[in-house]
Nanobody, 116 residues
Framework: QVQLVESGGGLVQPGGSLRLSCVGS????????MGWYRQAPGKQRELVAH???????NYADSVKGRFTVSRDNTKNTVYLQMNSLKPEDTAVYYC??????????WGQGTQVTVSS
């Protein structure tokens, strides 16, 4: 059973940056597409970025040009660099493998709050 642990969130002012990390257990982590999701209060969880095992990335329009997803397969870690943060980016951020059915158990997530 894969375990996912997210970290790196916090409180940041609009225009600021944060780097999130997701560490996963097990060898499967290295070969699957990994994604970053977020869930804002009262809204459904949404996929904002994903990356193949080879490093090809895709982004939701809402974060394109501001967020960058990367991964280090030797460390079983996926990162999300978030720049030019906006208040609407406020959410709990999670990682998971979007093409795995069923999805792996969700981690605890990491809270990102963008506010002045």
């Amino acid at each position: 059973q894969v375990q996912l642990v997210e970290s790196g969130g916090g409180l940041v002012q609009p225009g600021g940056s944060l780097r999130l990390s997701c560490v996963g257990s097990g060898t499967m982590f290295r070969v699957v597409v990994m994604g970053w999701y977020r869930q804002a209060p009262g809204k459904q969880r949404e996929l904002v970025a994903h990356i193949t095992s080879g490093g090809s990335a895709n982004y939701a329009d809402s974060v394109k040009g501001r967020f960058t997803v990367s991964r280090d397969n030797t460390k079983n870690t996926v990162y999300l660099q978030m720049n030019s943060l906006k208040p609407e980016d406020t959410a709990v951020y999670y990682c998971n493998a979007p093409l795995v059915t069923p999805l792996w158990p969700w981690g605890q997530g990491t809270q990102v709050t963008v506010s002045s």
